[in-house]
């Protein structure tokens, strides 16, 4: 018996949708005000052991208009089983300021170094943010 799509089958959930995804944007928006957001690229979240793990860049126009991106790493942990269950850690920090292809260059790189046969999605901040 395997996964399929019959009748049963659950329809993946959007890029950056769930809960701790929802937390991780919460926190974002505590150090990036949305209507800076240039970019988020979205790992695909990793599941084990009862927890979920998700990371996200976050690219900021920069405010001296260098055509420069601030870039934020942010992650979360979250217990999807358990007593713990619902709880989560995140994390957002700035890493660094480079142009926009850089960027989108390394999370490419980032992708074929771990070995992850799907490289980060690109979306735009509403996503998770309304207009």
């Known amino acids: 018996m395997g996964a399929g799509t019959g009748p049963d089958a659950h329809s993946p959930v959007a890029p950056g949708r769930g809960p701790g995804w929802a937390r991780l944007a919460e926190a974002v928006a505590g150090h990036v005000p949305p209507a800076e ?4 690229y979205l790992f695909r ?5 009862g927890r979920e793990w998700g990371t996200a860049v ?3 126009r920069s405010a001296e208009g260098s055509g ?3 870039v934020y790493t942010a992650r979360y942990m979250l ?9 989560t ?12 292809e850089v960027i989108a260059q390394v999370m490419q790189a980032a992708a074929d170094r771990t070995g992850d046969p799907e490289p980060p999605v ?3 901040p509403a996503v998770w943010y309304d207009g």
Not at 37 to 40: N, V
Not at 79 to 87: H, L, S
């Open 68 to 70: 420069r991106l601030r």
């Open 58 to 60: 976050v690219a900021r």
């Open 122 to 124: 690109a979306v735009g």
């Open 89 to 100: 850690r995140v994390e957002v920090a700035e890493t660094g300021l480079s142009p926009a």
């Open 45 to 49: 979240p990793l599941k084990r052991e």
């Open 79 to 87: 217990v999807v089983r358990g007593k713990e269950r619902g709880q």
């Open 37 to 40: 957001i240039e970019t988020i």
